[in-house]
């Protein structure tokens, strides 16, 4: 059974810095990896989709990486913001479709 | 990437009624799935709905409890039946759109049962 884990669960930043999320997964036969952002009360927002036969996608300030026989992802922020205060979670598809979800990380930034 | 409308976007129920979810999307997406967030949890998928057939269900829920409906392709319903106070989450409508994998989510329904 797939079993996503992230690190660390909540994390405090000053505005600026750059910042590393981390998600592990137990099973590598993935199909691909997304990471969301939740607001608190709100649906989720996809912010990144990795396949599984890619190693990194950039969109703006953000990075992630995949290292599929590790079971490794990161997310990887740059110059955080106040408005990037929210819950990431990764999710990876194991088939169909269907995603197995993380346990978050919570991120405050500071101003 | 598509939006995707619940409604409602809360309710506050009694404990033995039902209530339906309904999930619109803006254009046709190929697969479409409902997931419930508990309090401070992460989201667990409930099923995949099938446009005109039945729902497949997770393990851990059945149709009894979770009556779904996906009359075409941009549309579906989720019930949640005889309702109880651990009922009480966030339930999430998802839809994938296009042929990358990526899914779209709408903005939950938040549901607390008394």
């Known amino acids: 059974k797939q079993e996503v884990t992230q690190i660390p669960a909540a994390l405090s930043v000053p505005e600026g810095e750059n910042l590393v999320l981390n998600c592990s997964f137990t099973?590598?036969?993935?199909?691909?990896l997304q990471w969301f952002r939740q607001d608190p009360g709100k649906g989720l927002t996809s912010l990144l989709l990795i396949q599984s036969s890619q190693r990194e996608q950039t969109s703006g300030r953000l990075n992630a990486s995949l290292d599929k026989s590790s079971g490794r992802s990161t997310l990887y922020i740059a110059a955080s913001q106040p408005g990037d205060s929210a819950t990431y979670l990764c999710a990876v598809n194991t088939g169909f479709q269907k995603l197995v979800f993380g346990t978050g990380t919570r991120l405050l930034v500071s101003p | 990437s598509a939006v995707i409308s619940q409604k409602p976007s809360r309710d506050i129920c009694q404990r033995g009624t039902s209530l339906t979810i309904q999930c619109q999307v803006d254009s046709q997406v190929t697969m479409m799935f409902w997931y419930r967030q508990q309090p401070g949890q992460s989201l667990t998928l409930i099923a995949t709905?099938?446009?005109?057939?039945?729902?497949?269900?997770e393990s851990g829920f059945v149709i009894d409890k979770f009556p779904i409906s996906r009359p075409n392709l941009t549309f579906s319903t989720l019930t949640v039946s005889n309702m109880s106070p651990e009922d009480s989450s966030i339930y999430l409508c998802s839809g994938e759109q296009g042929t990358t994998g990526e899914l779209f989510f709408g903005e939950g329904s938040r549901l607390t049962v008394l």
């Open positions: 099973d590598s036969a993935i199909y691909n």
């Open positions: 709905a099938n446009q005109g057939s039945e729902a497949t269900y």
